[in-house]
């Protein structure tokens, strides 16, 4: 363990109370009243979906549109913050930042406090899409390449992805409380350090370094502990402390947390977190810097503290991704109780027999079918889809998923009334749960790209007096403008991507005696959603243990693994500073968000089922294993 010895710098400390709409919430408290308060608190509510959800609570609510919550959790710490000077960044102000800010005011007016609330807004692109498409953007889609008048689609929302700059102007008013719309999640912390330390637009290294601890704050407890795979080693899980960066001029930072709190910070992970939801490690694009994270390392600094370093920036893309919402037709779900024995068996008889009516009521009434169906034995396989292997023993019982989509509501006012007609006709062991399936309007989520030129950001600043009076103090416009070099990925990235990483290389130091054993013995794992597309980021427990996940974890190998994963390409990236593999999986989330009918549409469980794939490996590899990295779970023991 490296020692630690009193800094003789400057630490500006950035922690973090929630990492999404929903998250703990005491969290933003016990960061405000915690023993170690940090200078600037940063809370996330934003994702993809989310915004179309806020934008259809504004249409029928013009003052709605925002995280109430986020209010809720504020109010009663506004003296606090005040007390302890601490600035509370957040993009709680969703599609609605203005009634946000307003409603934080409010709240510091009845508590008769003074207050100066930020306001950073312009990412929203649907009131100006008429004057946008006029200028000739098509805004297609960044996966799929479709034109978004494909179809008839209806748009409901579309914001432009903001990075710090704005953020940056808006801190330089002092306030207490910073609320914006859609920037990008690293940015609310890049932006406190940026404020903080005074680092220039272009010092791309220092940049990201800061969008680099932006990443590992922006999911709250996953970098406490939380979602960790070897899970038995935190301490209060599911009610872990949230982390802190503590961050240096040069860019350089400890991840840790208040002192006191349950929860792990350990190299093991934070390099979990560091890969999740990475695609290219090497081409990480933010509106700020593109980011090369092959080159990270996470060093124990100490008890519950984890230095990362390494991080290395380039000139951001000249486009803003554009995270846009569209009406996506119509999903329905329903759930049956199957008692054991022959779960599965009557699993499929029931499919059989719901498919055949299905589709001769569909034909009575003159509608199309819907246009996907699934069947899932939740238990079996139904969220990893393949991924652990064979050898699954039969359930004693379990719950069968049906779930449709269709573009047209009529197919699934059919599904609903069939879903539970079953019961009686059906085979043994039936029971209903959950009641009536209902028919949900699909929010789908459409990327695009806009020039950064055409999305000027605006800052407001709002103030509150004791006595209630309110004043707007400054406003401003941020134009992004263009990058000032060339712009683009790393020059070395395409020569090392993953279609070349099955190159002859120096074998593993280790070989001798092997033996069968999960995954899991010699790695840990994350995996999350990029889109439609899931990413497992696999560590290895040593340096040997590493180099042998290289030569034995091939594209071809991994791909066959997720042959019922998959719909396009696996993709392999080295990340050897955290001696890690992360694969890419396109394809392999139904859709994404509300769109997909898949168990798990966010790919959460994958890594989990990776790690349970059955492997011959040499014996001595377990040897180079650290205690503490060792496995915990029996199910990552070796079987002979």
């Known amino acids: 363990m490296t020692p630690v010895t009193a800094p003789s710098k400057k630490i500006v400390r950035v922690g973090n109370a929630g990492g999404y709409w929903g998250d703990d919430p005491g969290a933003l408290r016990r960061q405000v009243l915690g023993p170690s308060p940090p200078d600037f608190v940063t809370a996330d509510f934003l994702a993809e979906i989310t915004m179309g959800i806020l934008q259809k609570q504004r249409v029928r609510d013009p ?199 349950g929860g792990l910070v350990s190299p093991a992970v934070v390099k979990e977190q560091l890969l999740y939801e990475l695609g290219d490690p090497e081409c990480y694009l933010c509106p700020d810097a593109v980011v090369d994270f092959s080159g990270l390392t996470a060093e124990t600094w100490g008890r519950d503290r984890v230095r990362v370093e390494g991080a290395r920036g380039a000139p951001p893309p000249l486009d803003l991704k554009v995270s846009a919402s569209v009406a996506g037709g119509f999903t329905a779900r329903a759930s049956l109780v199957v008692g054991g024995p022959d779960a599965a068996g009557k699993t499929e008889v029931l499919e059989e027999a719901f498919r055949g009516r299905l589709a001769e009521a569909c034909a009575a009434a003159g509608v199309a079918e819907p246009e996907e169906l699934r069947f899932d034995l939740v238990g079996r396989n139904a969220a990893q889809r393949g991924l652990s292997g064979s050898g699954l023993s039969e359930p004693a019982e379990g719950l069968v998923r049906l779930a449709a989509w269709s573009p ?135 340096e040997a243990c590493y180099r042998w996940l290289t030569e034995t974890l091939t594209v071809p190998v991994v791909a066959g693994w997720a042959d019922g994963v998959a719909a396009g390409p696996v993709k392999r990236y080295e990340l050897p500073g955290l001696r890690a593999l992360n694969f890419v999986f396109e394809g392999a989330l139904g859709g994404g968000g509300t769109r997909s009918l898949l168990l798990d549409p966010q790919g959460k469980t994958l890594a989990q089922g990776l790690l349970q794939r059955q492997i011959r490996l040499p014996a001595a590899l377990l040897d180079t294993i650290a205690p503490e990295d060792r496995p915990v779970s029996p199910a990552f023991a070796v079987r002979s």
């Open 63 to 261: 003052a709605a549109g925002y995280a109430r919550d986020f209010v809720d959790q504020l109010a009663p710490l506004l003296g606090a913050i005040r007390q302890r000077e601490i600035t509370v960044i957040t993009n709680a102000g969703g599609v609605n930042p203005e009634g946000c800010a307003q409603a934080v005011l409010e709240a510091a007016r009845r508590e008769g406090l003074g207050l100066t609330v930020a306001v950073v807004d312009g990412d929203d692109l649907l009131p100006r899409m008429e004057e946008l498409r006029a200028a000739g953007f098509r805004f297609d889609n960044l996966e799929t390449e479709e034109p978004l008048e494909s179809g008839g689609r209806r748009l409901l929302s579309a914001h432009a992805y903001l990075g710090a700059e704005p953020v940056v102007r808006a801190l330089a008013h002092q306030p207490d409380v910073v609320v914006t719309g859609r920037v990008t999640d690293p940015a609310l912390t890049l932006a406190a350090f940026r404020h903080a330390f005074g680092w220039e637009p272009t010092d791309w290294d220092r940049i990201a370094a800061g969008i680099v601890a932006g990443h590992l704050l922006e999911c709250g407890a996953q970098a406490t502990g939380g979602n960790f795979t070897d899970w038995q080693r935190v301490s209060g899980i599911g009610a872990q402390g949230f982390p802190i960066v503590e961050g240096e001029e040069d860019g350089r930072f400890v991840l840790t947390k208040q002192p006191g709190t």
């Open 408 to 542: 047209q509501r009529e197919p699934l006012l059919l599904f609903r009334k069939l879903a539970p007609s079953f019961l009686l006709s059906g085979p043994p062991g039936l029971a209903v749960t959950g009641g009536a399936p209902k028919v949900s309007e699909v929010i789908g989520y459409w990327p695009a790209l806009i020039p950064r030129e055409f999305v000027p950001a605006r800052v407001r600043v709002l103030r509150v007096s004791p006595g209630g009076t309110p004043e707007s103090i400054a406003e401003e416009e941020v134009r992004l403008g263009e990058p000032t070099e060339a712009v683009g990925c790393f020059p070395s990235a395409a020569s090392r991507r993953s279609e070349a990483l099955d190159r002859p290389r120096s074998p593993a130091a280790v070989s001798g005696r092997e033996v069968v054993a999960p995954l899991g013995a010699v790695a840990h794992a994350r995996s999350g959603d990029k889109g439609n597309s899931a990413n497992i980021g696999v560590i290895g427990r040593s």
